[in-house]
Each structure stands twice: as C-alpha cells, then as structure tokens.
C-alpha cells in the first residue's frame, strides 16, 4: 500500500460521514409537514425553515475559507441562513413568517450549494496555514459533519415540540413500561481524571473547547449509579418541590414564576394522570426513564435529596476514570461505542429504562452515562488553560464563556456516536427545559 493511500481512504471515509449525516438531517425534515415548516416550536429559536436553509449555508461558508475559488452566487441567502440564536435574559425572537423566503427558494438554494461544494471537494487541495489540525479540508470536513450532527439532535427535540398534526407520522411508539429502577449511591475514591484533548495527537479531531488536555485531582466522592428517573422526579413533585422557594436560587424561582413551569417540559397532565410527550404520541408516564429538565430543574431536586449536582471534573472521573487513575476512553473500556451497548447514535426516539444497558458501565459500577440523556453538570462553561478559538469559527464557544451556560456531558438517544468521545463538551442556559437532558446527584 502506498503512504498516499491510507490519506485517501481517510477522505473517502469523511466524505460518506458527511453524506450519511446529510441523509440524517433530510430524513428529519421530511418529519415536518411542508406546511409546519415556518412554525417556530421553541420561543427561544429559529423558525424550522431557518434550518433548513442553515446546514447548507454553513458548509458552503466554512468550506469557501479554506478555497478561495467557491464563490457566493446568493450573499443574501449565505448571510441570512448563517447563524442560529441563543437569546439569553429573556429576549425572544420577533421575525414574522413573511421575514422569510418561499420553500422553493431555500430548497433550490440548498440543492446548489451541495452541488457546488462536492464539486469543490473533488478538486485538489487548497491548504490553508491557519488550518493547523489533521489537513486543513479533513478538519473542515469533520467541522461540517459534527455541526450538521448536532443540529440533527437539537432538531430532533425542537420537532419534539410540535403539535402531532403538524407531523408526517410514520412512527407508531410502544415503550415499554416498566417499573422504577431503584438507585444507589456508590462511592469513587480519591483520584485525577483528563479532561479535554491533547494537541500532541494532531489526528484527533476536537472543538477549540476541547483544548488544551489537563489532569485534575478529584477528591472522593458519592454518585447516583443511575440517572434520576420519571418515578424519582415525580416524588419530588407531588412533595411540592415546585412550590418551595427554598430549593430553588432566586433567578430560577422568577423563571419559573414568570413561565408558569410547573412540571418537566417532557410531561402532561390529563385529568391527573401524567404522561409522557413523545415524538408522534403521548403514553403513560414511563418511570423507569430518566427525567428530561432544565438544569433550574434537576438543580431544585438536588436541593430537595440535600445532595448537588456533579462538577464536570466529577462526572468524567465516575464515568471514565479508575482506581489506577489511568482514564478510558468510554466508561466501559477502551472500544468503541456500537449498537447494543447503550441508547445513542440515533437509535430511538425515545429514552429507555436508566438500567437497560448494565454493560455500559464505569470502573467504578456507574451506569449509563453515555447515551439516553445529557447530564447537567454544576459547571459553568468555561474556556480550559491554553485554549485558542478556531481562526474560521471564532465564536463556536467563546460567545457563550459568559458565566450563563453550564456544561451538560454524556449525549442522549439522538446523538452521534463521533461525539460521545471523552472530551466532548455541550453545554445549554440553565432555563432551557427542551433539551434531552437529565441528571444524577453527588454528595461528598
């Protein structure tokens, strides 16, 4: 095998990932009737239509830096389609549907500029000095597959949010409900962890927040071994952990007074009994999954057990660390994630029950913390000790280093199997109830 053919079946590798993750995003539009596409189902969002037009608008922006020869032949649409929003202190979004440009437009918009970027991608290389990670069109490539990843889960949960009839169903859900897990605390001992990635291995693919690697020293502590169900959030409720000021900081209390949240965003009540939104029907409460809130939300539970939530140094050390402090890569060993150890990579809808997967397991008898649900952290999101903003998306983190975003860590049912690495940060406002996000506690 010559030294030129391992590179190219890199590059074939990374340009199926990103047709896969195309076909990914196109499957979930066709969720949403063409009619429903200018509906906004989360306030705190974009319209879907912006989405759609985004995904592409974002390619075709990061790739044209690293070849100057792709030209723009629609700045308007490049410009309009360009950045999502995360308003935070109570601003909302007040654009009309007539803001917009007609379905026809933003798909004929979409269809040529995949055109124009697979024609570029077969052309030679334009390398690019600033591009200092793996090659300058390979870190582009994986830049463009995770963001369109990602997005395929926050679409997955903002279509979540839309009425049933405003969906093409194709979906029948049957979960199975269980009873509760019963939880138990178990105990890490004293040690370090690794967060983040090192820039001596410059094959890796990482986001600038996963830079730059360093050791922690972690004094001992105690963890759920699951995450906090339906059933455990539940007995909480009807205690009046809603209604008690004392469990909740005075910020979350005015959010939610002023909101009127009474319950997970995930739940409705029908005549006192609760049940559970899914994606194309609602069904009885399963108590056995882990509960979906806000980190205003999981953070008033703490209060109420008299534990807290985990830092994310604590978090990483129950999932990956080991009593030989010598981290693994997955909570389980070293291998890769596939299908069967856990609920990730798109495999459902919906969650399962918090012990479904006994094999996805820490060291320390931990389970579950890859896939079937973010978990909040008590750390805001910050940027670690040497880290440097990428040159072509300076923004991608350190517009939210600004105290009111907290670093949520694991991944859900709806995230890609690329980014339940170990150093892979997401993070989310403390009032944001949508995303499929849980917990566990701690107490020292």
Partial sequence: MSATQPKLIQEQSLLARLAAARNNSDDLFRIVRNDSLYDRPIAERHRTIFYLGHLEAFDFNLFRQGNPSLQSFNPEFDKLFAFGIDPVDGGLPTDQRADWPSLEKVREYVNRIRQTIDASLNQPRHNNA?????????????????HRLMHAETLSYMFHRLPFDKKNSRFTENPRIGPAARNEMLKIPA??????????????????????????DVPAFRIDKFMVTNGDFLNFLLDGGYEDPRLWSP?????????????????????????????????????????YVSHAEARAFA??????????????????????????????????????????????????????????????????????????TSSPF????????????????????????????????????????????????????YVYAGFRCISE
């Avoid at 600033?130 to 995770?146: R, T």
């Avoid at 690794?194 to 690697?213: H, M, Q, V």
């Avoid at 009540?269 to 559970?276: Q, T």
């Avoid at 939104?277 to 056995?288: D, R, V």
Wanted: proline share 7%; net charge negative.
């Fill in 130 to 146: 600033q591009f200092d990670l793996l090659s300058s069109q390979d870190k582009l490539l994986n830049v463009a597959i995770e």
């Fill in 191 to 216: 040690g370090s962890t690794r967060l983040g990635l090192s820039r001596k291995n410059p094959t890796r693919f990482g986001w600038d927040n996963e830079y730059e690697a360093f050791d922690v």
């Fill in 251 to 291: 910020a979350d209390w005015q959010w939610k007074g002023q909101n009127s949240i009474h319950n997970p965003a995930f739940w409705e009540n029908n005549v006192g009994e609760w049940l559970y939104h899914g994606m194309f029907q609602n069904f009885p409460l399963p108590l056995a999954w882990p509960v």
């Fill in 303 to 376: 209060r109420w057990t008299k534990k807290s939530l985990p830092t994310e140094a604590q978090w990483q050390r129950a999932a990956c660390g080991t009593p030989q402090n010598v981290d693994r890569e997955f909570p389980w060993g070293n291998e890769a994630p596939v299908a069967g150890c856990g609920n990730f990579d798109f495999a459902s809808w919906n969650p399962s029950d918090v012990n479904a997967f006994p094999e996805n397991k820490s060291s320390f008898g931990v389970v579950g913390q890859l896939g079937n649900g973010w978990e909040w």
């Fill in 382 to 433: 910050a940027p670690f000790d040497g880290f440097e903003p990428f040159a072509f998306y300076p923004g991608y983190s350190a517009n939210f280093f600004d105290g009111k975003h907290f670093v949520i860590k694991g991944g859900s049912a709806r995230t890609a199997a690329c980014m339940l690495r170990r150093s892979f940060r997401n993070w989310f406002q403390p009032h944001y109830q």
